[in-house]
Nanobody, 120 residues
């Protein structure tokens, strides 16, 4: 069974940066598209960013374009999300996800998530 474990969340002030990481195991990592999603309190889960198996393709939600960067290291089975210029509205639980179909998913493997809190 695919295992995804996120780390790197925390409490920061607006304008700060955070780097989230997701360690993947029990899968052929280089075959999977990887994505980051988030769920804010009282809101539906929303797409944040995705990256293809070879890193040649990426996709971002409009709300994070220019501030967030997704990357992956296939040798270490990790996917990262560099978050800059954080805003209070970025506060959410961030989860990584994996699928074999492509950037658009659907994603069928999920981590438990890591909390990001941005204070104003």
């Amino acid at each position: 069974q695919v295992q995804l474990v996120e780390s790197g969340g925390g409490v920061v002030q607006a304008g700060a940066s955070l780097r989230l990481s997701c360690a993947a195991s029990r899968l052929t990592f280089s075959a999977y598209a990887m994505g980051w999603f988030r769920r804010a309190p009282g809101k539906e889960r929303e797409f944040v960013a995705a990256i293809g198996p070879s890193s040649s393709r990426t996709s971002y939600a409009d709300s994070v374009k220019g501030r967030f960067t997704i990357s992956r290291d296939n040798a270490r089975n990790t996917v990262n999300l560099q978050m800059n210029s954080l805003k209070p509205e970025d506060t959410a639980v961030y989860c990584c996800a994996a699928n074999l179909r492509g950037l658009s998913g659907p994603y069928d493997n999920w981590g438990q998530g890591t909390q990001v809190t941005v204070s104003s």
